[in-house]
């Protein structure tokens, strides 16, 4: 389907700050006026068994499912026994709603029987033409202007979205919006998803690339104009004994990680909300999981400044040294670029016998952590879980040619995989740009 800009003598003032200047043979309307909206419902106590039944006709819809759905609800974790779902609210399919809590103000259109909480609001009996012409216009997020910050932050209820005065044209002018949308944001999604799993691949090979390199499977070999591999022949190997190792080279040691650093667990400040353990200008950090997942290789800021007492109560680890999460996402390593101060959530490695980025490559295999610690509401690895890994350790002068030559790698593929999530940004951009210019009609579209 083809389109055309309008020209400025086709439009007129809406008169609503988001939406701008609209064809002439258009108007506006509020939500409320077109459809009644609805809010949610939930059986109470939530968890109670009785409320659930694998095999029950309708879907229990949380934040969890629409957050990670596309346009449509095409199945949730859990379903309601008949019990539970007449003690919330129905949708039936091709029903839209819109949550209103965790992500909040991202719009869903649900191809299944499903029942929704009240964390969502819904539209009673929305006329067929609007519920995809309003998915549309709830996408772009531009009619929460001046409702607070897309995502987490709006304020959203039924008297804020039924106040909402969106562009209103004729049925007829609907329906190509929609086809036309449907056709372009299908385009720009296949070529989003095919360039988010490039990006998946080149972590794969990251990954890939060092387990093969720090277990010794290839050589390093330096040559006049950088690095190449070389793979090691089978007679050159030997059984570690270690499943996640597997063969290493006969002149590689194994040893365990408790022989090669000092090895501490992090200490929780008690009681955490003390007024006196913080200080933002303080010289230690207070590290969080969030900051220590947010970060890369090196952390560099975050966290809560402590004062001198705070940072006595907890445990310190200066800058240059390495941390192992052991809570909640479990074995991600970081090497500290600031002091910080670390809960039991953490894990710390310091007076190293071994070089610490080769360390930190080794730690980055998910492999390793696969059988360990215990998992209730979260999973835990333990103190002596750690001390107790096995690792395949070269000569000090290899193990520098090893790091050089990941670092020198991963700055490559990473450099790919901004120049790559750059366009992904790019694409989305666009994407949501023709959404608004369709749904507003600064464009008319062709038949």
């Not at 385009?187 to 060092?210: C, V």
Request: charged share 30%; hydrophobic share 35%.
């Amino acid at each position: 389907m083809k389109f055309r800009y309008r020209s400025e003598e086709e439009m007129k003032d809406s008169g609503v700050e988001w939406i701008g200047k609209i064809p002439k043979d258009w108007d506006s309307m509020k939500i409320k006026y077109i459809s009644p909206i609805g809010r949610g419902a939930s059986p109470r106590p939530i968890d109670d068994e009785k409320y659930f039944n694998d095999n029950g006709e309708y879907a229990w819809t949380r934040i969890a499912d629409v957050s990670v759905s596309g346009k449509y609800l095409l199945e949730t974790k859990q379903r309601m026994s008949e019990l539970g779902s007449s003690f919330s609210v129905k949708l039936e399919p091709d029903s839209l709603f819109i949550s209103i809590a965790g992500t909040v103000g991202k719009p869903c259109i649900t191809k299944i029987k499903a029942c929704i909480h009240d964390g969502f609001i819904y539209f009673h009996n929305l006329k067929e033409e609007y519920v995809d012409f309003l998915y549309n216009i709830f996408s772009v997020g531009e009619c929460y202007a001046g409702l607070g910050k897309l995502g987490t932050q709006l304020n959203l209820n039924r008297e804020t979205i039924g106040n909402i005065c969106i562009p209103n044209p004729n049925n007829n002018t609907k329906q190509k919006i929609t086809s036309f949308l449907s056709e372009k944001t299908t385009q720009f999604d296949f070529i989003i998803s095919k360039k988010e799993a490039l990006i998946q691949k080149l972590e794969e090979a990251k990954k890939s690339l060092i387990s093969e390199v720090v277990t010794g499977k290839v050589r390093v070999v330096k040559t006049f104009d950088g690095y190449e591999l070389v793979e090691r022949k089978k007679e050159e190997m030997k059984d570690s004994g270690v499943e996640w190792i597997g063969d290493i080279p006969k002149e590689w040691w194994l040893k365990k990680l408790k022989y090669i650093s000092d090895i501490y667990r992090g200490a929780i400040l008690r009681p955490v909300d003390e007024p006196t353990y913080f200080d933002e200008n303080g010289m230690w950090r207070y590290l969080n999981i969030s900051d220590a997942t947010k970060c890369d290789k090196y952390l560099e800021d975050g966290g809560i400044g402590l004062s001198e007492l705070g940072s006595k109560k907890s445990e310190r680890v200066e800058a240059g040294n390495l941390i192992l999460t052991a809570s909640a996402t479990i074995g991600k390593p970081l090497i500290n670029n600031i002091n910080i101060c670390i809960h039991d959530g953490f894990i710390a490695f310091k007076n190293f016998k071994v070089n610490r980025d080769f360390l930190y490559y080794v730690l980055t295999n998910k492999s390793i952590y696969e059988n360990m610690g215990k998992s209730n509401t979260q999973k835990n690895i333990y103190l002596d879980e750690v001390k107790n890994i096995y690792i395949a350790q070269p000569s000090v002068e290899e193990q520098k040619i090893i790091v050089k030559y990941i670092e020198e790698r991963w700055l490559l593929v990473d450099s790919s995989i901004v120049n790559i999530k750059t366009q992904i940004q790019k694409l989305k951009e666009a994407k949501q740009s023709l959404i608004s210019e369709a749904v507003t009609g600064k464009i008319e579209i062709l038949d």
